[in-house]
């Protein structure tokens, strides 16, 4: 049915609000997030504006690095929503 189809968009803004709770939560700045994870503030800031697709290993790498359930078999959070966009 069309109603059970998710709208890819609204998913990326999802996944760009929950990295955004997440690295709050870890009282993480962008700038930290983006050390850590070998990248620019500005990407981060725009992943958490869901001005940038994201990839599977970004979501992997979120997985990894904040812990989230299921990461250490490849179905951790970020995993779970960017399989969704892919929908």
Same mark, same amino acid.
């Given at each position: 049915?069309?109603?059970?189809?998710?709208?890819?968009?609204a998913l990326?803004?999802?996944?760009?609000?929950?990295?955004?709770?997440?690295?709050?939560?870890?009282?993480?700045? #962008?700038?930290? @997030?983006?050390?850590?994870?070998?990248?620019?503030?500005?990407?981060?800031? %725009?992943? !958490?504006?869901?001005?940038?697709?994201?990839?599977? #290993?970004?979501? @992997?790498?979120?997985d990894t690095y904040?812990?989230?359930?299921?990461?250490? %078999?490849? !179905?951790?959070?970020?995993?779970?929503?960017?399989?969704?966009?892919? @929908?």
């Amino acid at each position: 049915m069309a109603g059970d189809q998710q709208d890819p968009d609204a998913l990326r803004v999802h996944f760009g609000l929950e990295l955004r709770r997440t690295r709050l939560l870890a009282k993480l700045s #962008q700038n930290e @997030l983006a050390k850590a994870l070998g990248c620019t503030p500005q990407w981060i800031c %725009q992943l !958490e504006k869901a001005d940038k697709t994201v990839s599977e #290993q970004t979501a @992997l790498d979120l997985d990894t690095y904040f812990k989230t359930d299921g990461w250490d %078999q490849d !179905e951790g959070h970020f995993r779970l929503i960017h399989q969704s966009i892919l @929908l």
